[in-house]
């Protein structure tokens, strides 16, 4: 079992910067991989970003590479995700996860229960 809680949420202006962090719960957090999602209002979760398990592989959804950088701390049990240049498109709420795969896949094990990121333009 393993439980998440996401911070770091807010509201930026476009352009700016916020990093979101989750803290998982548990002694098995290095064998997840762990990733971050997001959804808006009327639209079905989407993937944002993922890590392996000993941080050798990161995947980001086309809309946010080269912006968005996710990591992970094994010895912390923590993930975050840094995110730049920020638009306003990037508004949703966003959920960590964390999956017994290999890599993340679109329907994780474990969800936190979301963070509010609001992208002023």
């Known amino acids: 079992q393993v439980q998440l809680v996401e911070s770091g949420g807010g509201l930026v202006q476009a352009g700016g910067s916020l990093r979101l962090s989750c803290a998982a719960s548990?002694?098995?957090?290095?064998?997840?991989?762990m990733g971050w999602f997001r959804q808006t209002p009327g639209k079905e979760r989407e993937f944002v970003a993922g890590?392996?398990?000993?941080?050798?592989?990161?995947t980001y959804a086309d809309s946010v590479k080269d912006r968005f950088t996710i990591s992970r701390d094994n010895a912390k049990n923590t993930v975050s995700l840094q995110m730049n240049s920020l638009k306003a498109e990037d508004t949703a709420v966003y959920y960590c996860?964390?999956?017994?795969?290999?890599?993340?896949?679109?329907?994780?094990?474990?969800w936190g229960p979301g963070t509010q990121v609001t992208v002023s333009s």
């Open positions: 890590i392996t398990r000993n941080s050798g592989t990161t």
């Open positions: 996860a964390a999956d017994r795969a290999v890599v993340m896949t679109t329907r994780p094990n474990y």
């Open positions: 548990g002694r098995t957090f290095s064998s997840y991989a």
